[in-house]
């Protein structure tokens, strides 16, 4: 299945009304929100007062990413009445199973991001837990990097693995 899920961070947010109506009468499905903390990655973006500042402002479900630490400790303050789905990253969780089984606790769909050097095998033992796998095709924390190409290596191996 294609879900179409635009980042926030593209929006101009000294423009957010306008940005966010023209969101709404696009073809998008979710509205992806990058969370990164300056640690797990180099790059500082927006928390969840932001994000529950967005309720009201769309009727598009939240689609969570997670690159920060310790994503246990944060993935409750995501969970907001929109929110249908934070992934966290194999990288960042300790245990990624029990992540995933704490996010799914919190009654939304958890996914798992895997950066480009990382192996499918990280994911391996999860798939079943997982309810998306999202493949990184540059490495977590900037935005307008160049594409990595052995991504597509990895989609296609992780359609054979599913």
Known sequence: MTIISPSILSLDFSQLNSQMDAVNASRAQWLHYDVMDGHFVPNLTIGPAVMKSLIGKTALPFDVHLMISDPDRYAPLFAAEQTVCIT???????????????VRSLGVKAGVALNPATPLSAVEYVLDMADLVLIMSVNPGFGGQSFIPSSLRKVRDLAELR
Do not use: N
């Not at 990624?96 to 089984?101: D, E, I, K, P, V």
């Open 88 to 102: 966290v990253h194999a990288e960042g969780c300790t245990h990624l199973h029990r992540t995933l089984q704490s």
